[in-house]
C-alpha cells in the first residue's frame, strides 16, 4: 500500500507512504469540492527523470515535514531530511466520535529520535490538523512543514503580523542560464508590499502574479502579537481561500517559495507554473546553521527544537470557497470557530484549542 486515504464528513487526506507527501486533500464546502494542494506535474507522467534527485523530488506533493529543512550538513541524509524522503508506517487508523484519526511512523530516525505523524480530520471542518511528535534522540533538529498551493490565474496574499521579510545572502538560481528570480538577495522589509526588487524597484510580495516567471524564497519572520500565525490566499482563478495556521511560539517563521517558471532544468522544465510554498516552520537555511549562529538567532528566534525529552508542534491546512478575491485582514480563533474579518468576513467550524496558542513550546 503506497497510499492512504483517510475521510471525515466534507473532507478527505491521502498520504504517500513511500515519502510522508499528502498526496490529495479535498474539501466539499458550499456545493463545491475544493482541492488547495499541489502536485507536481511529473510525480503521475510516467517519464524519465534525472537519477540523481531526492525521492522527495520525485514524488513532491501537498505537504510534508522537513527535518532538518533544507541542508542535511549534520547527519547524513537527503534535502529536507528522511522525514520528507523516506517511508512511514501506518500505526493506527480509524474514527473517532465526530472525524477520523491516524498516526504514521517513520521507518528512519532522526537524530536517533523516532518521528510520528498524527492526522485528525473533524466532521464538517474544512481543515486538517496535523502533529508530529518527536521520541528520543540527541542535539538539536531544525523543523517545517512545507505545504504547497498552486494557481492558474495568480492570487492575494495576507499574513499575521510579521515583524519582517528577508531573503537569503544568495538566490535559489543564480545562473540566468538555468533560471531566473525577482527579489534581491539579500535584502529585508517591513513593507511587504514593497519588497526590494533584483532590478532596484519594489515588489508586492502579498500580490502573486503569474507573469512574473520566476524562482524565489524568503523568510517572513512573526510578530509578537498573541494569536494564531496564519497565512491566507484568495486564488483567483479558483474562487477560494486557502488557509495555513501555525502557533508562532512553536513555528516563529514563514518561509514562502515563489515557484512560477523559474527552472529551466529538468524536471521542473519550466513547467512548474504558479506554484506558492507556505513554509512555516523553526529554521534557518541547513541543519549546521539552525544549531549555529544565525542571523534569525540574532534576532532571538528561535531555528531548531532541543531532542531528548519529546517534542511537538502543531499545523492546520484548509480551504473555503471565496468569491471578490481578496483575503481576509485579520484572522481569529476562540470557542470552536474561525473568524475572518474584511472582505472575506465569514465563521467556520474549528478547533480552537488545537493549535495550543499562549501555552509554552518546547525548547
Known sequence: ???????????SVSLDLTVGHIADMSIESGGRQLRPLHRAPWVDASETLPQDLPRGTVRLSGDFLCAPFSRSDVEEAPLHGWPANSAWDVVESGATDGGWRAVFRLRHKVMGASVDKIFTLRDDHPFLYQEHVFSGGHGGISVAHHPMTAMKGGGRLAFSPK????????????????????????????DLAHFPAAGGDTLDLTDYRMEHRREDFLTLVEADHG???????????????VLVLKNPAELPVTMLWFSNGGRDYAPWSGRHLGVLGIEDGRTAIGHAASLGDNWLKREGVATAFALGDGVSFRHVIGALPLSGGEPPREITTADRRLRLAGSAASEVPFDSDFLRIGQPAAT
Open 163 to 190: 515583524r519582517f521579510a528577508a531573503t537569503p545572502a544568495d538566490p535559489l538560481e543564480p545562473d540566468t542560464a538555468r533560471g531566473r528570480f525577482m527579489l534581491a538577495y539579500p535584502s529585508r522589509s517591513s
Open 1 to 11: 500500500m503506497d497510499t492512504i486515504t483517510i475521510n471525515a464528513k466534507g473532507i
Open 227 to 241: 494569536g494564531p500565525g496564519w497565512t491566507a490566499l484568495a486564488r483567483q482563478a479558483e474562487d477560494d481561500l
